[in-house]
């Protein structure tokens, strides 16, 4: 018969009512696909907390949900992430490529964006359903597009130079003088905020990821295809996710039909009734437990190994009322 502090174990074992709820659908997933299932769940837009981005204390727990899975059975890794660092998710990608290969799917129920679609991208497919989003993934300096700087830059250096040129090929045109004083006056005070290394600086992460992407693309997503025409599909998906001037905006949303035109591979989650019930599932109980408990990001796998981060609460004191 169990004591008092074996029983007290044992409900530590089983976890909050959303712990049990949460697991009993991931493994039911698991089941039904016979691979191994991680969630990689961040509550960026549940709580403003530092650490909801990929960084690198996710590899901690990547390590403890990965230990003791039979990887010869692959890996689903569901996505539900506002993206983040460059080299977090450089690091990342490379550990899950050394346990499981080329065998790995991404699975987006909702949103995978920026760093988020990077990792998709290292994957041999993507499953998303009708509500499901990747973005852009340009690289960002804080909140700054890294692309955005630059293209200010030389738009600055063009159009003085361009008044410059004017004004010497009429110098005796007053206005052509004044456009030259203008043009400066104009860009001086935008351009002497930039530091002296950051155009470098962005040019260089623009450099990184998108090799990152591109490498990934040819070792598994598109490494079936012929060489030229992996050439070509991987120019268009680069120009989509990469190139600013055609997202516009680092937050954009892109749909899946978006994914399969532009030549990522993508599976539907409508094909399959039984699993996208069983994705929904698992993604509205992660949902509900980054909205009603402390934690703001989970990994977790089919066998309930987790690694839960958890927000520290603050108490609030209670006004004092005068009688």
Known sequence: MPNWHNILNEIGKMGSPHDVVRRNYLKKLSEYTGRNTIVYYSGWLQKNVPGSEVNDSDKTGFMTVINGLDRTKGLDLILHTPGGLTAATESLVDYLHNMFGNDIRAVVPQLAMSAGTMIACSCKSILMGKQSNL???????G???AH????EFKRAHNEI????INAIMNPNDPAAIAEVNTKIALWQPIV???SPALIGECEKNIEWSETMVKDWLTRNMLSDLAP???ERVRGVIMKELADHKVSKSHGRHIPMQKCIDIGLKIEKLEDDQTL???VLSVHHSCIHTLSETP?????????????IQIAQMMPVPKPIVQQ
Do not use: H, M, R
């Open 135 to 141: 973005g852009p993934i340009d690289p960002q300096l």
């Open 143 to 145: 909140p700054l597009p």
């Open 148 to 151: 955005g700087i630059v293209e």
């Open 161 to 164: 130079k361009t008044a410059q």
């Open 192 to 194: 002497a905020k930039y």
């Open 228 to 230: 030229d025409v992996l």
């Open 276 to 278: 996208q019930d069983l």
């Open 295 to 307: 934690s703001f990001k989970i990994i977790e796998n089919q066998n309930g190994i987790a690694f």
